[in-house]
């Protein structure tokens, strides 16, 4: 696979499918530029475990930012033995006494692995420093060690991006009304939400000092607009399309289902329970 050709004319593709009447983008447009994505992403997958590489992808933003959606866009076609999705929950009383960073690093990719973390250690600088779950003299120390600790992860051979999903206020109210008026979603909506909806300000100011301390040459943050779901999606699985430095995979011959013989035994009439057919 090029690092060129294909993935251009999977990419260019995609931006054709976009260019829709009145910038609308619409379900079909969407589908069809995803699917091309999907594709490319499937040959990554190939190229990550054919190299060994080691692949951590980070996805922070407010709640309703659309991270959990682009995610699951990000990962609906490829393996999860290969792209592993890590969303931790809250630490435990074992954990709290552990140096902050320990119960992260167990979860860092090994060769031909693709880590995703929803959320990750950055909780230290924007949920927990927000919320008051630890104190400034330990979000103090996280900013400040933080650059060195990736520093050493990248050093390690770690492919490290760091994504920022960026929503307006009215967006993101938007998006947490739906929840609640949608059974469907409400199970999204925690305590943590309503908690930390009206901090708004507090959570932009814990976000700037974030990424004034922790952009960095060698693991900066990208920020991506969310307010449009499919368009963040698109865009963020382009990019890392873009950042993943890919090249010729292993010729693979064509593959022909093997000819099977039916019938050598004949299955026994079981007094098995079946599902019921309602549909």
Same mark, same amino acid.
């Given at each position: 696979?090029?690092?060129?050709? %294909? ?8 931006? =054709? !499918?976009?260019?829709?009447?009145? $910038? ?32 951590? @992808?980070? *996805? ?10 682009? /995610? ?6 490829? #393996? ?9 929950? !809250? &630490?435990? =009383? ?6 902050? /960073? ?8 090994? !060769?031909? =692995?693709?880590?995703? *973390? %929803?959320? #990750? ?25 933080? &650059? ?9 051979? @770690? ?8 929503? #307006? &206020? ?12 949608? $059974? ?13 909806? %009206?901090?708004?300000? %507090? ?7 974030? *990424? ?25 699985? #382009?990019? /890392?399309?873009?950042? @993943?430095?890919? $090249?010729?995979?292993?010729?693979? $011959? ?12 004949? &299955? ?12």
């Amino acid at each position: 696979m090029g690092k060129g050709k %294909d993935k251009r004319e999977a990419e260019k593709s995609a931006r =054709e !499918a976009l260019a829709t009447t009145g $910038g609308v983008l619409g379900r079909k447009e969407y589908e069809h530029a995803l699917e091309e994505l999907h594709v490319e992403l499937v040959k990554l997958q190939q190229w990550v475990v054919q190299e060994g590489l080691k692949v951590c @992808i980070l *996805f922070e933003g407010r709640d309703g930012a659309g991270k959990g959606g682009t /995610i699951k866009a990000l990962t609906e076609r490829v #393996s999860p033995r290969v792209f592993r999705v890590v969303a931790l929950p !809250a &630490p435990t =009383e074992r954990e709290k006494s552990q140096m902050y /960073i320990q119960r992260y690093v167990p979860h860092l990719p090994a !060769a031909g =692995e693709v880590v995703i *973390f %929803d959320r #990750s250690w950055y909780n230290r600088a924007g949920v927990e420093r927000v919320m008051g779950f630890c104190g400034e003299k330990d979000v103090r120390w996280f900013l400040q060690t933080a &650059p060195q600790t990736e520093f050493a992860m990248v050093k390690s051979g @770690i492919i490290l991006l760091k994504y920022w999903l960026e929503v #307006s &206020p009215e967006e993101q109210e938007r998006r947490l009304t739906a929840r609640i008026d949608d $059974g469907r979603k409400l199970w999204k909506l925690s305590p943590m939400d309503l908690k930390s909806f %009206d901090r708004w300000d %507090d959570y932009s100011e814990a976000r700037d000092e974030m *990424f004034e301390t922790t952009d960095t040459e060698w693991a900066p943050w990208y920020v991506a607009r969310s307010e449009n779901k499919k368009r963040v999606r698109l865009n963020v699985i #382009s990019h /890392i399309l873009e950042k @993943i430095p890919t $090249g010729k995979l292993e010729k693979q $011959g064509k593959i022909v289902l093997p000819e099977r013989k039916i019938g050598r035994y004949t &299955p026994k009439e079981l007094p098995l329970k079946y599902v019921p057919e309602r549909f």
